[in-house]
């Protein structure tokens, strides 16, 4: 297919793709499925080899949001039955992280509910990050607090973290009708704020929660004029309670031919595969390896992933490997002052799940046929909240 071949070879020069041409790789049918994940995958192989990176999630304070996300089952009004509670203390964070670090994650990523943290919680968090660095020599530590204020990114690098994960989510277009108590340009700011400030950035999307293709096309073309080192790409977990609770879009043919697309505009850029993988990809979770060099071990925020073990499993079974905590996870070029993507000045990158995946355990019937319209089956029983790990006295998952 000349668009594929087009495609590797933008990705294997770090050119960016048309708008047209990311729209086509979403427009592919399904008989051409695994051509897209070849090609793709010949572009993540060229950057990263077949490491996979592991990332483990610490939910530092759980529901009670002011702010309305509507994908989130942590915000004003929801009514997902998921854990509430407020700030771990540093050395329960710390031995919550180090279940994910046992399990062979490098990264650890904190996050915490709330519109935004305040000094006082800046302070918790670098506390926080202090133990788990002295405990784990050489882990990465991402936060994610939500909107930054001023000088609160320098704090965080100070204290250690190594990165900050702030989401898009969706196109600017459309943000409104997903959130009306921050605005896109807020987050935008606070992705800029962790740059400045020396941090590694995070930011993803959220696919599944009624956008349009060219809206998806839209943010992460915008993600790549951003410039994270990572992007997340969550697909939405319609929890009960939530106003996106009816929003089951997703099949898993379109999430590849999404993270297809999402490779080939970042090509060089850590892709991770976040929240909802195991809920709208499932059976097929392992050929997402081939577009993806990033998942997240164990549990999400508030609802449950496979076990840890499961995806070590997977990992080994589709001829990946973990990556090891002495190998960089950018390709060089990345790491050098205007490295970027390729084709633009500066270089290429949530929280659908990282600041707030949502969702509700509501095991009901469930049927794997399609509707007669297209529109596929829900899939609630396959959506379950996170009873276990941080915040309880259950063991973690990892
Ligand atoms: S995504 Fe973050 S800011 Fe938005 S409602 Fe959820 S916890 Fe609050």
Redesign the pocket.
Known sequence: MDLLNTLVDKGLRRELPTREEALAVLATSDDDLLEVVAAAGKVRRQWFGRRVKLNYLVNLKSGL?P???S??S???GSKAGILKYTWLKPDEASKAAAAGVAGGAKRVCLVA???GPTDRDVDRVSETIEAIKERHEGVEVCACL?LLSDGQADRLRSAGADAYNHNLNTSEGTYGDI?TTHTYADRVETVQQAQAAGLSACSGLIAGMGESEADLVDVVFSLRELDPDSVPVNFLIPFEGTPLAKEWNLTPQRCLRILAMVRFVCPDVEVRLAGGREVHLRSLQPLALHLVNSIFLGDYLTSEGQAGQADLDMIADAGFEVEGAGTATLPAHRAQPGGGCGSHDGGCAP?GDA??EAGEATASEASEEATASGVPAARTDLVAVRRRGAGTDLAPNA
Request: with cysteine.
């Open positions: 949001c702010e309305d996300c994908y989130c942590q915000r004003l509910s709330g519109r939500g959130t929280c600041h707030g």
